[in-house]
C-alpha cells in the first residue's frame, strides 16, 4: 500500500498557473500507475493525468491536454501536477492515486486506484 499527501492547492484567477505535489510514501513494488484526479461539486471523481512509472509514459484527459502536465521525482518521492492557463470549470478537489501497474498503460479509469491521498482544493475565479 502507497500513502499519498497533497499539497499546493489553493484560489487563482483565470489564466493563471497552479502546481499541486503529491508526497509518496515508499514504494513496495517496482512499476506503479501514478494519477491526478478531480471531483467538483455534485459531480463524478474524473482522471485528469496519469504516469507510469516504469517508463513515465503520460496520459491526459482532453478537458486538460496542452494545459496540464504530470511528472514525478523519484528520489524525491513525489507526484507533481503542472496546471496552466486554468479556468473556471477546473475548480474542483485535486486528489492523486497510484495502483500497481499490470497492463501494458496505465489508465485513468478511477475503479483502478485504491490508494488515495486526502485531496487539496483548487479554486479558479473567473
Known amino acids: 500500500q502507497v500513502q499519498l499527501v497533497e499539497s499546493g492547492g489553493g484560489s487563482v484567477q483565470a489564466g493563471g498557473s497552479l502546481s499541486l505535489s503529491c508526497a509518496v510514501s515508499e514504494y513496495t513494488i517496482s512499476r506503479y500507475c501514478m494519477g491526478w484526479f478531480r471531483q467538483a461539486p455534485g459531480k463524478e471523481r474524473e482522471g485528469v493525468a496519469t504516469?507510469?512509472?516504469?517508463?513515465?509514459?503520460?496520459t491526459y484527459a482532453d478537458s486538460v491536454k496542452g494545459r496540464f502536465t504530470i511528472s514525478r521525482d523519484h528520489a524525491k518521492g513525489t507526484l507533481y501536477l503542472q496546471m496552466n492557463s486554468l479556468k473556471a470549470e477546473d475548480t474542483a478537489m485535486y486528489y492523486c492515486?497510484?495502483?500497481?501497474?499490470?497492463?501494458?498503460?496505465?489508465?485513468?479509469?478511477?475503479?483502478?486506484?485504491?490508494?488515495w491521498g486526502q485531496g487539496t482544493q483548487v479554486t479558479v475565479s473567473s
Open positions: 504516469i507510469d512509472t516504469g517508463d513515465d509514459t503520460t
Open positions: 492515486a497510484a495502483y500497481p501497474a499490470i497492463a501494458r498503460f496505465c489508465s485513468l479509469h478511477r475503479g483502478l486506484y485504491y490508494d
